[in-house]
């Protein structure tokens, strides 16, 4: 019987493909990145609260209900069932596409897919995921399927800049699941967040006049791919080696007003997400290590360069005083991600994941007597603690099962760096729709290009294919073992 159910099901999903590549493409066309107001309330910008809206006319036009929660959240609604609520959290905000000339395949708002693959910015990260949970809708409803409880799929606005729509919708007492999954990172499913701990630490002690400029990084949470610095020359004097590192260029030009020479050092990497900084190659590593190895600027500057190596080829977080560890969630991730000056002060911006038993532990005391002994000023930008969702949990243990049989990514739950809406939200957990693939087709992508958040962007159909059918499948499973899962 359940072979049964499984045929009919991945034939249904085959069908409709070609109908969730059209009202993807919809929703990607919208250049949804969150505007955040100086209250932090909604809404989150003209683009964002157009996708909301379009999102649920699409939800209208298949027959659906939906609420508009102030063009901040929206829901589309199946079923009454018997009190009891199940939600799908996606959000349709995403991060800023950076310039348009680093994006080969397409404008980031011009959706296009090419060898199984839909590009456009968002399509991954998460405007599939909203998609695919309407598409489970739409299967319930075409085949008269009425769960004993009642299937809400939300859409946020701001999850990619502090979730601050999530803060909103729960401070106004709008109604909550009895248990949500959010589509935002990988099966089989995600027991546990790491505590986050962002901020910026600031040299007090300014740089000497001999540098004029440094720029690194634009999004704290991604390892930039570029870093720079500008220095002034000492007459005469070009302490640069005659040839540099492949990663590395260097410009030297005249200053028109002085006649001295400026120096403007470049260090390339590869962009990826700071919560694995070992995904990427951090630039901002690779241009303090080479302000170092060649001396550009003095002894007294020269500390703080070997400080950022320092503390990047070591991501732990123990200059910052706190590294941590377990068995579950491994030790601290903490990594330098931008750089800038401020006046002649060196701002560096930071990212930091720590274990989920951590949370009792006095991260923001112990980060702000360290950052007082390496003489810095600290910022903290963000601070939240861990978050836990029980792996045995029965919803849990069901669509971990499917997800295994369907993508053969194991069945164990994991505990992962980044943060979704289960982060915040009461009685949730991260599932799905990442999993093991097959590689992109050689020279499709450039390096750094075609994951999420990257230039390029995209989702492979075929995980599209396969979440869409572990979730119909889990939901399936979870009617049929009655009501009692939702509770434990």
Not at 45 to 72: H, P, V, W
Not at 449 to 463: F, M
Request: net charge negative; aromatic share 10%.
């Amino acid at each position: 019987m359940k072979s049964e159910i499984k045929d009919t099901v991945t034939a249904w999903v085959n069908r409709n493909l070609p109908g969730m590549e059209h009202d993807l493409a919809r929703i990607c066309r919208i250049p949804s990145v969150a505007e955040i107001p100086e209250d932090h309330k909604p809404p989150f910008g003209k683009a964002c609260a157009d996708g909301i809206r379009l999102m649920l006319q699409i939800g209208c036009a298949y027959g659906f209900e939906t609420d508009n929660y102030d063009d901040s959240v929206g829901c589309i609604h199946y079923g009454n069932g018997k009190g009891k609520h199940v939600g799908i959290w996606s959000h349709l905000d995403v991060v800023a596409p950076g310039p348009a000339s680093a994006w080969k395949l397409t404008d980031p708002f011009t959706p296009f897919i090419r060898q199984g693959y839909f590009i456009a910015r968002g399509a991954q990260d998460n405007k599939s995921s909203a998609i695919m949970a309407l598409y489970l809708l739409r299967f319930l409803k075409e085949h008269g399927i009425h769960p004993d409880f009642a299937i809400d799929c939300y859409f946020g606005s701001c999850e990619e800049q502090g979730m601050y729509d999530i803060d909103d919708y729960l401070a106004k007492g709008y109604p909550v699941p009895d248990v949500s999954l959010v589509p935002d990172s990988g099966f089989p499913a995600c027991c546990g967040e790491r505590g986050s701990f962002d901020g910026i630490l600031t040299f007090r002690e300014p740089l000497g006049p001999e540098v004029l400029s440094v720029k690194s990084g634009n999004e704290i949470y991604m390892t930039p791919d570029t870093a720079q610095i500008e220095i002034l020359l000492p007459e005469g004097e070009n302490p640069l080696p005659d040839s540099l590192p492949q990663d590395t260029e260097a410009e030297v030009r005249t200053d028109p007003g002085t006649g001295r020479k400026i120096l403007r050092l470049t260090c390339h990497g590869v962009s990826g997400h700071a919560a694995d900084p070992a995904e990427g190659i951090n630039a901002l590593t690779l241009l303090a290590e080479r302000i170092v190895e060649y001396r550009l600027v003095p002894e007294r500057d020269l500390t703080k360069f070997r400080f950022i190596a320092a503390y990047n080829r070591d991501p732990h977080g123990r200059a910052l005083g706190i590294f941590a560890e377990d068995a579950i969630s491994g030790p601290t991730v903490s990594t330098f991600t931008g750089a800038v000056l401020d006046g002649r002060k060196l701002c560096l911006s930071f990212f930091s994941k720590y274990p989920v038993t951590a949370g009792d532990l006095p991260i923001p005391e112990n980060a702000k007597q360290a950052a007082e002994q390496t003489g810095c000023d600290l910022e903290i930008l963000r601070y939240g603690k861990p978050a836990y969702f029980p792996p045995d949990h029965p919803v849990m243990k069901i669509f971990a099962e499917e997800a295994d049989e369907i993508t053969g990514c194991g069945a164990e739950p994991f505990i992962m760096s980044g943060g979704t809406y289960a982060h915040k939200l009461p009685h949730a957990f991260a599932c799905g729709t990442g999993m093991p693939l097959p590689p992109p087709p050689e020279g499709l992508f450039l390096p750094g290009h075609g994951d999420y958040h990257e230039p390029d962007e995209a989702v492979p159909i075929e995980r599209m294919r396969k979440a869409l059918i572990v979730y119909i499948l889990g939901f399936l499973r979870m009617q049929e073992e009655g009501m009692e899962n939702l509770s434990g």
